[in-house]
């Protein structure tokens, strides 16, 4: 599992990643009541704002973490966006992403790294 | 933030695992472990505890002895009928302007020698000012500091507090009484600022951490956040002080017309005689421009305080804009109010509110979202 600075996870499934928030963003974002995800099929690069989020609080983007093609979302975030406060690390996995540059991933932190990110 | 000030419960949050935030020049809890959303249903099924000792508590005493004299000078800065306001009655109103706009809403209580106010916290230094300027002639007014404040809100509050205080099983909807609680005389009022039934529960500092556990320790009782507070105000069609009513809002734009009773409007025995009655009046007989109404959000996406609302995806001018908006845990669906000019303000109306650059569709819905549960 790798992490960005942005909070997400990334597991790789197959030839594409699998990503997600992590437990610790879940819970600063608060009950989140609204998801809307990206299109499947769209291109997009690292940085791009491509789901938004809203918690009871707030609204807040999560970006992609990497360049790659959107080929899955999670369909059921939309419906249920309380899953990613109950099983952010597992369940509620937003989009797969294929990456552009598999190699990419060499970029992101580790468990460790991120852990000390977040202190 | 170098002067934030605490309530005497701050120990008490911070001890629950609250997270705190700065609100209204106070560090008060936003949620609690058990986080907004569970916190705003367990208060509408069972019973929630708030700390709203940030809020301002006064007293204005008859310099004459006549407690006519103090409720006539108040009435000079309230639109309301407070002297028909019966003994240990309580009653909402506001301090208008010279405009007609609102300057803060206040709950006000007939307490047989004196009148006893509960306002906003962000406004209180204000109003305790406006209140000097303008009736310590007639009022001697008091501020309460010595004494904390909570919220006892949900269908088992009755329950949860006659275990302390029995006398207030026989209590109606804004009724008041002074009890015993845990040894110590509490102001208490059945009411509260959720939809809900409920008490506010005035107690000396020194006792109010003792109530506060004893409270909690009851299986009903949960301590909850000013992020449900918010969420259960808005579901309940009340409006928050800055956001839905302000110095540019008027009573009759912010739908409060039933706030003024007949008494103080045109044709009243004391009709008028508040600042800026004629624009209120004059509302009240030719209608306001733009009306304060609830709006029900198409999708799932909550529609935020200061987006725009049009009336047609694509009509480039705003009739009006979101001042509360969220989502709504017991209705299991975003809500929001907002002004809208008054021929979109109609029941039923489809209205399109603008999010991230995407206009999407809000009706136009009765307040409030959730039935009020008082026990009248």
């Known amino acids: 599992m790798k992490f960005t600075e942005e909070h997400e996870w990334l597991v790789v499934e197959d030839d594409h990643v699998i990503v997600g928030i992590t437990e610790h963003a879940a819970e600063a974002l608060g009950d989140l009541v609204f998801v809307e995800l990206p299109e499947v099929g769209i291109t997009v690069a690292k940085g791009d704002e491509i789901v938004v989020i809203e918690s009871v609080k707030a609204a807040s983007d999560i970006t992609a973490p990497l360049d790659g093609e959107i080929i899955a979302v999670n369909d059921a975030l939309v419906e249920n966006p309380e899953l990613v406060n109950q099983d952010a690390m597992g369940q509620a996995w937003f989009f797969k992403l294929k990456l552009a540059d598999p190699g990419s991933m060499d970029e992101l932190m580790d468990e460790d790294a991120y852990k000390e990110l977040i202190g | ?376």
């Open chain 2, 1 to 376: 933030m170098a002067d934030i000030k605490r309530t005497p419960l701050y120990d008490f949050h911070c001890g629950l695992g609250a997270k705190m935030v700065p609100f209204a020049g106070y560090d008060m809890p936003v949620q609690y472990p058990l986080g907004v959303m569970k916190e705003h249903i367990h208060t509408r099924t069972h019973a929630g505890l708030f700390d709203v000792s940030h809020m301002g508590q006064v007293i204005l005493r008859p310099k004459s002895g006549d407690l006519a004299d103090a409720v006539l000078a108040l009435e000079t800065l309230i639109p309301v009928d407070i002297l028909g306001l019966g003994l240990d009655r309580q009653r909402y109103g506001f301090f208008t302007n010279d405009t007609g706009g609102i300057l803060d809403d206040l709950m006000i209580a007939n307490r047989g020698d004196h009148l006893f106010l509960v306002v906003n916290a962000a406004c209180k230094d204000a109003d305790i000012a406006h209140l000097q300027a303008n009736i310590a002639d007639q009022c001697d007014i008091e501020v309460i500091t010595e004494r904390a404040l909570i919220a006892l809100q949900g269908p088992a509050s009755e329950d949860a507090l006659v275990t302390l205080c029995p006398a207030v099983k026989d209590m109606r909807f804004m009724d008041v009484i002074t009890a015993d609680i845990l040894g110590a005389p509490a102001w208490i009022s059945r009411s509260g600022y959720t939809g809900e039934d409920g008490y506010e529960i005035s107690v000396p500092n020194s006792k109010v951490v003792e109530l506060a556990n004893a409270l909690i320790a009851l299986d009903s009782v949960e301590p909850i956040g000013l992020g449900a507070r918010d969420s259960l105000r808005l579901e309940g069609g009340l409006c928050l002080y800055g956001h839905d009513i302000d110095t540019t809002t008027t009573p009759a734009q912010a739908n409060l017309r039933w706030a003024i009773q007949k008494a103080r409007r045109a044709g009243g025995e004391r009709a008028g005689g508040f600042p800026g009655a004629e624009v209120v009046l004059a509302e009240f007989e030719n209608g306001a421009a733009r009306k304060r109404v609830g709006l029900r959000p198409d999708g799932r996406a909550p529609m935020r305080e200061g987006t725009p609302i049009f009336s047609s995806e694509t009509d480039g001018t705003p009739i009006g804009s979101i001042t509360s908006g969220g989502f709504g845990p017991t209705v299991g669906h975003p809500v929001s109010m907002g002004y809208v000019s008054t021929e979109h303000s109609k029941i039923g109306t489809t209205v399109y509110v603008e999010i991230r650059n995407k206009r999407m569709a809000a009706i136009i819905s009765t307040l409030p979202f959730t039935p009020a549960n008082f026990k009248r």
